[in-house]
Nanobody, 126 residues
């Protein structure tokens, strides 16, 4: 059974940093495109970043502050988030789709991904 477990969320002050982890079980992440999405209350789920075949994608709102990485040996993907702002507060989800059928033009679309984690809460507040 394919599963994701996200971790690393929490409360951080503006300007602070967090590192989110997405650990996969039941399948090997190598060969999958993996993305991070976030959803704030009352807002649509939005794509934040994606990694596929050594290529990284970022939304304009996080470019230069967030870094996505993967460790295939640990079967995990990470999101390093720096200079966090109140607008970054949301539940963060990781999602995956087999790279062979993944469309890079749609990396920001939640409908592009087949597998999802349960999410981890990120709160940015002083």
């Amino acid at each position: 059974q394919l599963q994701f477990v996200e971790s690393g969320g929490g409360l951080v002050q503006p300007g602070g940093s967090l590192r989110l982890s997405c650990a996969a079980s039941g399948f090997t992440l190598a060969g999958y495109s993996v993305a991070w999405f976030r959803q704030a209350p009352g807002k649509e789920r939005e794509g934040v970043s994606c990694t596929n075949g050594g290529v990284e994608y970022y939304s304009d709102s996080v470019k230069g502050r967030f870094t996505i990485s993967r460790d295939n040996a640990k079967n995990a993907v990470y999101l390093q988030m720096n200079s966090l702002q109140p607008g970054d507060a949301a539940i963060y989800y990781c999602a995956a789709k087999a790279s062979s059928i993944w469309d890079p033009w749609n990396w920001r679309s939640r409908n592009e991904y087949d597998y999802w984690g349960q999410g981890t809460q990120v709160t940015v507040s002083s």
